[in-house]
């Protein structure tokens, strides 16, 4: 198992940045395809970023929703048990409750069901 704990949300003006974080225990990061994902409200959850870091090749494919493609950058740091999202460029949007979560397997995947840990969110909001 693995428990995740976000932070890094707030409230910051359109074109500025935030950097989320995503502290894993329990078990560590690279044991899991790892992925953020987002829920504005009335919305449904959508997929923001994931990634598969390899622990036995120590590389790491990361894979983006179109809309925050060039934007926003998923990375781990395995020393740290942590996963960051890096949010610039932000558009007002991007408010919304952004949430760690983790899964099994190898593969990263884009739909909310297939992850087994979530973080308890952290809010978003940006304002134009």
Known sequence: QVQLVESG???VQAGGS??????????TVGSYVMGWFRQAPEKER????GSNWSDWNGSSITYYADFVKGRFTISV???????????????????????????????VSRMDREYTYWGQGTQVTVSS
């Open 46 to 49: 959508e997929f923001v970023a």
């Open 77 to 107: 740091d395995n020393a740290k048990n942590t996963v960051f999202l890096q949010m610039d460029s932000l558009k007002p949007e991007d408010t919304a409750v952004y949430y760690c979560a983790a899964r099994s397997g190898l593969r």
């Open 9 to 11: 949300g707030g409230l």
């Open 18 to 27: 935030l950097r989320l974080s995503c502290a894993a225990s329990g078990r």
